[in-house]
């Protein structure tokens, strides 16, 4: 991922974070996880994790209804 694209999504995620309902952390390195795990109080809305093998309900989790059963479980 380039710097400036990087620098974009950053300013999109800081002016949008009030309104985030949730972030699906899609990803198979443990510490991301982890991190995910640790920083989630900061985060306004519902964070969830999965592995890459999961993408699909990742996808399906986000663009859904965010369901609020399990979503601060891994």
Known sequence: MAVGAMWDDFRLGVTRYPHWEGIAVVTDLDWI??????????????????????????????????????????
């Open 33 to 74: 996880r982890h991190a995910a795990d640790i920083f989630r109080f900061l985060v306004p809305g519902h964070v969830r994790s999965f592995q890459m093998a999961q993408s699909r309900e990742a996808r399906d989790w986000i663009s859904g209804s965010l369901n609020t059963a399990g979503t601060r479980a891994r």
